[in-house]
């Protein structure tokens, strides 16, 4: 059974004019020339040093002529400032759009015709995302049900779950959720991006967990016996997402709050080997 659910807590600015995708090309980590109609790409936009400061979809509308970027409502006003201040005489405007933003999942799917529409590009499990005018009318189905959805996928929620000009992409699993370009070129934090890669510097991952009640809220730390594996961050239900010390993935010890967790490694990860240096 199809469920759709509008998701208040995201919004859409529009990248316009007839430099938009170069603009873009050479301020985020994914592949701007793959955006097309019916293809979505995810992508982040990090700071000089290399960390993440946000992550977002980029759909292409169906005239043409505009960059829609899927974001978190939150960050629409730091996101406009920042791409702005790389404008300098690039042909491109940045405004918002009235597109509400939705999520598809399950059985028998079907895209809005004249919409922007495509499928996650994070997982294929994760279902379709859809930009329509208006939000849909509510058939049982509601933004707290997709987060169990992404929760239970394992899927990263940028605002909650990665801390801003802290996280590193691949300690956020961007590189195995298609959201990093190896070959596109240079982009605002890609040296740091390559060189962690290359050099296999990652000691920590985030991963789902889950637990028998409540999970503590973000930051609480994660034990392995005394000590430190990790630290929470979002979770519904006693289903949630840490960044877990990659010695501790698999441990059968591991408390936060005082109570019991399992990491649930999911099938689409792997741990990268390790780089001789």
Known sequence: ????????????????????????????????TAVAPGTAVWTAFLSAQGKWLADFFVFADPEGTRLLLDCDAGQTDMLRQRLSRYRLRAQVEI???????????????????????ALDPRLAQAGWRFLLGHPAPSAGTDDVDYDRHRLALGLPDGVRDCESDKTLLLEANFDQLNGISWTKGCYMGQELTARTRYRGLVRRHLLPVTAARELPPPGTPILSGTASAGEMRSSRDGAGMAMIRTEHMHSTNLTAGGHALDVQVPQWFTLPAAKAQ
């Open 95 to 117: 405004g918002e759009t009235g597109y509400a933003v939705h999520a598809a999942w399950g059985a028998d799917i079907t895209p809005p015709e004249g919409y922007p529409a």
């Open 1 to 32: 059974m199809a469920r759709i659910a509008h998701l208040p807590d995201r919004a859409v600015l529009s990248v316009s004019g007839a430099d938009r995708v170069s603009f873009l090309q050479g301020l985020v980590s994914n592949d701007m």
